[in-house]
């Protein structure tokens, strides 16, 4: 793996982020990214810029679909997924708190689809969709690679503390917990899915 590869997969994941498409994992690219960072292979703020022009690009591809040739899908997809009432209350919250609430939305997934994808189809200026849509997407991007790469540095004096007195029981140990606390999420997101649905069955 290297920088190039991790930059263009950092960017490509954030162009689909970007677009509004929900469930996208881009947080391993930002890890990568802050991986290398810490070992002077990447650039802290190369990878702030990839990252926040294909964050963009994906928020101007979701305006755009709402604007053109999408139109009636996306407002059949608000339907869909926010009930009838789904489009008047993107519009309230455009209307009420304005353009800023694009930057506030990259912070908040129940919010971040509905909006990017209504602000084309309730026309609103692409300069300003644009111009906050770029404030949002370096913000977001900039706090997002900032803590991968403190992540990262403060994992890696933990690794190197690690094998230096590591034994071959602890690397069992450390093995199991890993697995534990994979099959602990699993679970738990299984669980939730599947309450999600009776819920909605029930209702």
Sequence with gaps: ??????????????????????????????????????????????????????????????????????????ERFFHWGWGQDGLATARYWLGRYGAAVIIFARWFGPIRTPTILAAGVLGMEAGIYTLYSALGAFTWTLAWQYASWKGAHYLLRWWYFYRRYATWWMDILLILVLLAITAGSIYYCWRRRRMGRNGKKLG
């Design 1 to 74: 793996m290297t920088a190039v590869h991790v930059y263009v997969v950092l960017f490509g994941l954030l162009v689909i982020e970007g677009t509004g498409v929900p469930g996208i994992p881009f947080e391993p690219a930002f890890l990568a990214a802050g991986y290398l960072i810490e070992r002077g292979e990447m650039s802290f703020w190369g990878a702030v810029v990839v990252g926040t022009a294909g964050n963009l690009l994906g928020n101007l591809l979701g305006y755009w679909l709402g604007a053109r040739p999408g139109r009636g899908l996306i």
